[in-house]
């Protein structure tokens, strides 16, 4: 009796020491992230616009630019915050005021943060006293909607040519590409134009290619603090595959240096991101496989293998001498509808987080000579895949692919099967991202699904430390709660804090997330 | 049975799946206390003809109802917007209603809404930084005298209205309201 009451004791003590067992580490897990929302507000459509966020002392601004072609211009819209609540307070309309009859002439091209919500906008305007096209700019205040003046900042000799404006990271410069039209039996040609922070110009060169102009030009303009200036181009010779050059120009010296990119096999760059890193340049770009083809017969019923196949990434650094330091080519297994969601660059890392992701678009209208069509947009996922090249070399030290079996979804602008990235203090990789559970745990089986966060934080070296559901985060997770995570967007506020969204089927509601070091 | 849980389950379903706010679904959102303070919950959306005259309101998503008028707070937001507890001159009769702010500060818009006549007539109220509000209709017979005492507190606005100077009519008001406000602002 007695040694059956000591076992019924050793056994209550052993279910107490795993009852404070469980609820130490959930306090541990709850208390490593604290959460606060905003309150909520009505969904903008954010497909196909490009959206981003800045912030200022008091205010979280939320961005949007979108082509209109009844218009032919583009609608800025800015939202405000308060930093404070997340509470929307107002929203500005900052696109070209149109007149009453007819289309105002004043284009929009481009904008930038200067500081907090000091803007510059860019516009075009064609001249027809002098027939060239004139580009402007002038300060704009998201906050107050007050603008300065417009400023001449360039103009080009023709009425069909193109800018194309970069700032440097530091936003103390900016470098303007006049893309000239289309001229047949020429050399095709594009100037630069180095701008200082109030638009007035430094220096400017004319640099022809030497091949034939081509109609269909795509260029990418990079400028650094100090004002050297990267351009990406796009060359489709006659009777050979395309590929892309990198020009280096720097107007201290007024030397240009060329790098091509051009891979000598089938491997194709279909992606890049670039960009200055103090005066050094890198950029990365996603190889096709070799295979990959637009044409032909596909078999894959599901849908989940249509995009773009990858199998390899090339590095390229540009040192701050204007010397080529590596341009290293990785190849990886083969993988279907890769696309880059974030670019990390830590001291002695670069990390490419990329989605598995395909967006199907089909139009809605039965009408072809419909001006502006519907459409209806198919999102799917498969998961991630992270690469991590060597800062020094651009050497792929490894890679991780993460499957997940999320479900598609449809018309929702793809905002539950992305992922979010960041380094934290320690430099290891957080990842946040949705997985979907089914929760009916009822005896008649129906599925009840719900999105449920989840935070993997990965090493250095690309092992999972940890990888647990978000449940502090008071979204997703229960039948009642009809928010989820949004993973288009996180604003990071320090180096703990962020900004990040979670969404229902009508509205966005922001929120801090803190992470306790 | 399976079908019948299926049948059952549809329009919950066909509800859930619609991407518009929903007529009598609760919605995030706060009450304001006549001390100036917030507590959030969820609001009841209901239709023009019950918003302006009371709110319905629960702290949790499972708690119990509550209904305010505008006697009992000074207003509640839900669906990004924001409605006030406004004591208003009206014709004939002075009114109280939760009014939908349009444009906020030291003069606010606001707006209700009501059905006459087989459509929905819209009102438009303002209310200075004294706390006087009073319906805009009742401007047409006097704007210049009624829309300078409004502004009062602007002596070169008010002055221009009086004078019934160029944009400064009942057509302008709402470049009016946005000159007070910036003016206010800056001050």
Known sequence: ?517 | MRYIFILLFLPIYSVLSAQNYQIGSFYEGYLIKKDGSRERGYILLTDESKRYEKVTFKKEKKGKNQAFKPKDIAGYKVADQVYHSVSYKDFPFSNTRFLLLEKDGCLKEYSYKFYSDGAWVRHTILQNDEGEAENIDTYLLNFPKKMSNMVRNDKELAQKIQNKEKGYDLLHYLAIIDEYNENCESK
């Open chain 1, 1 to 517: 009796m007695s040694i059956m009451r000591i076992a019924n004791q050793n056994k209550h003590l052993m279910n107490r020491n795993y009852l404070l067992l469980i609820f130490g580490l959930l306090t541990i897990s709850i208390s490593a992230q604290s959460f606060y929302w905003g309150y909520p507000f009505p969904q903008p459509n954010e497909t196909e616009k490009t959206v981003f966020h800045v912030f200022d002392d008091n205010h979280l601004y939320r961005v949007s630019k979108d082509y209109d072609q009844s218009i032919f211009n583009y609608h800025i819209l800015a939202d405000q915050f308060s930093l404070n609540e997340l509470e929307k307070e107002k929203t500005l309309d900052l696109s070209v005021e149109q007149p009453p009859m007819g289309l105002a002439t004043l284009t929009f091209v481009d904008l930038f943060q200067l500081k907090e919500s000091d803007f510059i906008f860019f516009y075009y305007e064609y001249n027809n006293k002098t027939k060239k096209n004139d580009l402007y700019s002038k300060l704009v205040n998201i906050r107050t909607g007050k603008s300065s003046d417009l400023k001449p900042a360039a103009s080009m000799d023709s009425r069909n040519g193109n800018f194309c404006i970069a700032q440097s990271p530091g936003k103390n410069r900016f470098a303007v590409l006049k893309e000239l039209p289309f001229e047949k039996n020429a050399k095709d040609k594009v100037e630069v134009v180095l701008l200082d922070k109030d638009r007035n110009v430094l220096s400017q060169k004319e640099i022809e290619f030497p091949f034939e102009d081509q109609r269909n030009k795509k260029h990418e303009i990079y400028v650094s603090d100090e004002g050297r200036v990267v351009l990406l181009k796009y060359i489709k010779e006659k009777k050979e595959k395309p590929y892309f050059n990198l020009y280096e120009w720097n107007p201290v010296s007024d030397e240009l240096s060329t790098i091509s990119l051009r891979q000598e096999d089938n491997y194709q760059i279909f992606q890049y991101e670039g960009g200055f890193l103090q005066e050094e340049f890198y950029f990365q770009g996603l190889l096709t496989h070799e295979e990959s083809t637009d044409i032909g017969l596909k078999i894959d019923f599901s849908g989940r293998y249509s995009g773009v196949r990858g199998s390899g990434v090339l590095a390229v650094k540009i040192k701050a001498d204007g010397q080529l330091d590596y341009d290293q080519r990785n190849n990886f297994e083969i993988m279907s509808n890769l696309n880059i969601k974030n670019l990390i660059y830590s001291p002695t890392q670069i990390l490419l987080v990329c989605d598995r992701s395909f967006t199907e678009k089909k139009s809605k209208s039965s009408n072809i000579g419909q001006a502006v069509k519907e459409y209806d947009y198919n999102y799917l996922n498969n998961g991630f895949y992270i690469l991590v090249l060597d800062k020094n070399t651009g050497q792929l030290q490894w890679d991780k692919r993460i499957d997940t079996s999320e479900p598609n979804t449809k018309n929702d602008n793809g905002d539950f099967l992305s992922v979010l990235s960041f380094l934290d203090s320690n430099n290891r990789l957080v990842l946040l991202y949705n997985e979907t559970r089914d929760i009916n745990k009822g005896a008649v089986h129906m599925v009840f699904n719900r999105r449920f966060p989840i935070m993997e934080i990965i090493s250095g070296k690309g092992e999972t430390l940890s990888r647990e559901p978000l449940l502090a985060a008071g979204i997703g997770v229960v039948k009642e709660e009809p928010f989820e995570l949004n993973t288009q967007f996180l604003v990071r506020v320090n180096d703990n804090k962020f900004i990040l969204r979670a969404s229902n089927r009508v509205e966005y509601k922001y929120g801090y997330v803190e992470f306790m070091p």
